[in-house]
């Protein structure tokens, strides 16, 4: 961040000095993620900074740019510098951009794209969204088994700056199969005259298919330790590559997605500031209304017990402290299953397990909030006889109930997202506010329920 201001300090003298030869200069040194951000911090200079870029320095600049900045720039650059930059983007990144696109602005886009990338773009934008075909790149360098490496070497050269990456050759029969995958290292430490590709290929490669889901990939790669990964089709005929830096980016839009999921509200599909108030208002709307809906039931709930909070009125004091309680295991124990479930570390099939082990961990955890509360209880009369002679009784009516609630919310918020993944839905969806409005409801029925079991005679 203070980088950041530095760079900015020195960005507002030079404009002040009218130096823009100067800034040119300084836009160029820059890194392309400072230089990004800095064109993305002001809106009014934003077209003049881009424009001060060489080339392929904006071309970098605007691939790593949030949405908003390439949306604002497609609209403010000249149709010539606009299409060199549309035609020059890698096929991946473009497929991307005009993915989040309205329909008649990419019809018109894609007409000024020269033929080979126009009917590239569309063969990727004919996969379904979502789906590895959308993520790959055509972009890769591929050989053939009776090739010796002297050649290979030769091809690279000749070839290899057009490659998204040349850290993985594909090797491939006639019909454009794929046999193997060669890593860089296997070509350069063996003789290049006397060995050819057929020698290094052992046919234990890994690829994924063109309709994989994209959120399935990052596993393939973390289980892998590859950097590239080939895309085949039903007949294994080699497609495109995908490469790891846009895992990451799927990566990061998931983890993204999930965690304001798990916040209770619909995910952005744009920067928090870059969402109007009104797209702000409807991603957040539904979820309050069934939330409060919830909430209603907790009304519902505590009028069934009026009677008994109105002859032991000190009950109504420990609510918030109950419901709470319930509401906090269940949202621990959710937010614990949703993350492992999307490591890969828990699947449906392992709702026993998790189960068996919440069961335990909320008796454990309900157990000490009851030594505690019983504690408080006890301490708290000792100083302020607030509870009257039968406090003891009252301490009891809370520690169980806390047992009961605490285990109870651990395993609601440990077995709806199971139970939602089973479903077909979004494991997210079972959001912290959600379980603990759900916890609420049943907290109340077991504190009152208990209450009614161990003050009976005594104090109703």
């Given at each position: 961040?203070?980088?950041?201001?530095?760079?900015?300090?020195?960005?507002?003298?030079?404009?002040?000095?009218?130096?823009?030869?100067?800034?040119?200069?300084?836009?160029?040194?820059?890194?392309?993620?400072?230089?990004?951000?800095?064109?993305?911090?002001?809106?009014?200079?934003?077209?003049?900074?881009?424009?001060?870029?060489?080339?392929?320095?904006?071309?970098?600049?605007?691939?790593?740019?949030?949405?908003?900045?390439?949306?604002?720039?497609?609209?403010?650059?000249?149709?010539?510098?606009?299409?060199?930059?549309?035609?020059?983007?890698?096929?991946?990144?473009?497929?991307?951009?005009?993915?989040?696109?309205?329909?008649?602005?990419?019809?018109?886009?894609?007409?000024?794209?020269?033929?080979?990338?126009?009917?590239?773009?569309?063969?990727?934008?004919?996969?379904?969204?979502?789906?590895?075909?959308?993520?790959?790149?055509?972009?890769?360098?591929?050989?053939?088994?009776?090739?010796?490496?002297e050649h290979v070497l030769a091809y690279i050269r000749d070839y290899g700056k057009n490659s998204e990456t040349i850290d993985v050759l594909y090797v491939t029969d006639e019909n454009g199969r794929l046999i193997d995958d060669l890593r860089i290292r296997d070509v350069l430490l063996v003789d290049p005259k006397l060995t050819k590709v057929q020698d290094l290929i052992d046919g234990r490669f890994i690829s994924l298919h063109v309709n994989d889901d994209q959120k399935e990939v990052a596993n393939v790669f973390q289980m892998n330790n590859r950097v590239a990964l080939p895309v085949v089709d039903d007949t294994n005929v080699l497609l495109g590559i995908v490469t790891i830096d846009d895992v990451l980016w799927v990566v990061e839009e998931e983890y993204t997605?999930?965690?304001?999921?798990?916040?209770?509200?619909?995910?952005?599909?744009?920067?928090?500031?870059?969402?109007?108030?009104?797209?702000?208002?409807?991603?957040?709307?539904?979820?309050?209304?069934?939330?409060?809906?919830?909430?209603?039931?907790?009304?519902?709930?505590?009028?069934?017990?009026?009677?008994?909070?109105?002859?032991?009125?000190?009950?109504?004091?420990?609510?918030?402290?109950?419901?709470?309680?319930?509401?906090?295991?269940?949202?621990?124990?959710?937010?614990?299953?949703?993350?492992?479930?999307?490591?890969?570390?828990?699947?449906?099939?392992?709702?026993?397990?998790?189960?068996?082990?919440?069961?335990?961990?909320?008796?454990?955890?309900?157990?000490?909030?009851?030594?505690?509360?019983?504690?408080?209880?006890?301490?708290?009369?000792?100083?302020?006889?607030?509870?009257?002679?039968?406090?003891?009784?009252?301490?009891?009516?809370?520690?169980?109930?806390?047992?009961?609630?605490?285990?109870?919310?651990?395993?609601?918020?440990?077995?709806?997202?199971?139970?939602?993944?089973?479903?077909?839905?979004?494991?997210?969806?079972?959001?912290?506010?959600?379980?603990?409005?759900?916890?609420?409801?049943?907290?109340?029925?077991?504190?009152?329920?208990?209450?009614?079991?161990?003050?009976?005679?005594?104090?109703?």
């Open positions: 961040m203070e980088e950041l201001e530095a760079l900015q300090e020195r960005v507002e003298k030079l404009i002040e000095l009218d130096e823009w030869g100067e800034l040119r200069e300084f836009f160029n040194d820059l890194n392309i993620s400072d230089a990004a951000e800095l064109i993305a911090e002001y809106p009014s200079y934003r077209l003049s900074f881009f424009q001060l870029l060489e080339f392929q320095r904006a071309l970098a600049v605007f691939r790593v740019s949030d949405l908003s900045v390439q949306e604002a720039l497609m609209k403010e650059l000249p149709s010539a510098q606009l299409v060199n930059i549309l035609n020059d983007l890698p096929p991946d990144d473009r497929t991307s951009l005009l993915g989040e696109l309205h329909s008649n602005v990419v019809k018109e886009l894609i007409k000024q794209l020269n033929p080979e990338e126009r009917k590239v773009t569309l063969s990727l934008l004919g996969y379904p969204e979502g789906s590895v075909g959308r993520l790959m790149t055509p972009d890769y360098i591929d050989v053939e088994p009776e090739w010796t490496v997605e999930d965690i304001q999921r798990i916040g209770g509200t619909e995910a952005l599909d744009e920067p928090y500031l870059d969402v109007s108030l009104l797209q702000l208002y409807k991603k957040r709307v539904v979820w309050l209304i069934l939330l409060f809906v919830g909430e209603l039931l907790t009304i519902s709930a505590m009028s069934g017990f009026e009677d008994q909070i109105a002859k032991v009125v000190v009950l109504a004091t420990f609510i918030p402290l109950i419901i709470s309680s319930g509401g906090n295991s269940g949202s621990q124990a959710a937010t614990l299953i949703i993350q492992a479930m999307a490591l890969g570390e828990v699947s449906i099939e392992d709702w026993w397990r998790v189960m068996r082990r919440e069961l335990f961990s909320g008796l454990f955890l309900g157990l000490t909030l009851c030594l505690l509360s019983f504690s408080v209880v006890s301490v708290w009369h000792f100083f302020t006889p607030t509870f009257g002679e039968h406090y003891l009784h009252i301490a009891a009516v809370v520690g169980v109930s806390l047992v009961g609630v605490v285990l109870w919310g651990s395993l609601m918020g440990s077995m709806l997202p199971l139970l939602l993944k089973r479903l077909g839905a979004d494991p997210a969806a079972s959001s912290t506010p959600f379980v603990a409005t759900l916890v609420d409801v049943t907290g109340l029925i077991i504190y009152f329920s208990v209450a009614m079991m161990l003050l009976k005679g005594i104090l109703l």
